[in-house]
């Protein structure tokens, strides 16, 4: 009796169209710390003066009253520090 020579299996190929990647979700912007500078500005000695509040995204306090000091000065020529906050 013949025997049929036995053929090596070849595994079966399957095309597969690959998959168009999914957007990535915006994750939450993380928070970012905050203090809050509030400033007696004016432009004359014992005169008229303004309150101005200032922003600065840092955790230093010192940071904080020097960064809003430094950006009155440009527009007012006295500049008191009232309080500094955390927002």
Known sequence: MAVPPEQESVPEVFFVKPVPPVAKKKTAKAF???????????????GKTFELIHEADTLSKLLA???????????????????????
């Not at 970012?32 to 014992?46: A, C, H, I, K, S």
């Open 32 to 46: 970012t710390p905050r203090l809050q500078v509030t400033l007696r500005v004016g432009n004359e000695f014992e």
């Open 65 to 87: 009253e020097q960064e809003a000091v430094k950006t009155a000065r440009k527009k007012y020529r006295y500049v008191e520090v009232l309080s500094v906050k955390s927002m």
